[in-house]
């Protein structure tokens, strides 16, 4: 018998959004970055669905109400196209397709962001919730997605990541019960949300 924790799979969406690199003009940076911390963050098996699409906003919404709807995603993370030019409307197609919206996330991503930019009170990211999925949205950059996602635990006082808030979201909603690595992000449930620790 093999002692390890049996954690529930989840499955995961990953959308690029971003005109260039889904033409092949460069390659794209969204889906690594995305890709690679999650792996580290989260205990539990990760099934991925990956989709890199130019910003056109009824692209983006057929996108996730596929990743959802039809390939059964738990949670999706969408990277680019949430500023106030005109191409940029990633939030717009993501606000179409959800049934609530989740405006706490967005709140908490400017507040990292402005840690280092004034610019980012420019970012219209968001998070939404459609039928027992999360979708949130982004920012483009790799080191911005990873601070967004882990929060400033060395600030002073430290930052909260959004990711913190992911897992007990999606226990609320009736997806599978996330479990991560304390070292890179420590989930927080209530304690009477909480199941017993796996060693």
């Not at 409307?89 to 991503?109: C, I, N, R, Y």
């Amino acid at each position: 018998m093999s002692s390890e924790p049996a954690f529930e799979r989840v499955r995961i969406g990953l959308v690029s959004v971003s005109d260039r690199a889904s033409s092949g003009v460069y390659e794209d940076k969204g889906i690594p970055a995305l890709k690679d911390w999650l792996a580290r963050a989260v205990r539990n098996p990760i099934d991925w669905e990956t989709r890199l699409i130019p910003d056109e906003q009824a692209t983006i919404s057929a996108t996730l109400c596929e990743l959802v709807d039809s390939a059964g995603c738990d949670l999706v993370l969408t990277t680019g196209g949430t500023g106030p030019a005109p191409r940029d409307v990633t939030p717009d197609a993501t606000l179409a397709v959800s049934h609530k919206e989740m405006p706490g996330f967005g709140e908490q991503m400017r507040q990292i962001s402005l840690r280092f930019v004034p610019t980012a009170i420019l970012s219209r990211q968001i998070a939404v919730i459609r039928g027992k999925a999360l979708i949130i949205n982004l920012p483009g950059q790799p080191k911005s997605i990873a601070e967004t996602l882990e929060g400033l635990p060395q600030a002073q006082p430290p930052v909260h990541g959004i990711f913190a808030a992911v897992p007990y979201c999606i226990d609320l909603i009736g997806g599978p019960y996330l479990e991560t690595d304390g070292s890179i992000c420590k989930a927080f449930r209530p304690k009477s949300a909480q199941r017993t620790p796996t060693q």
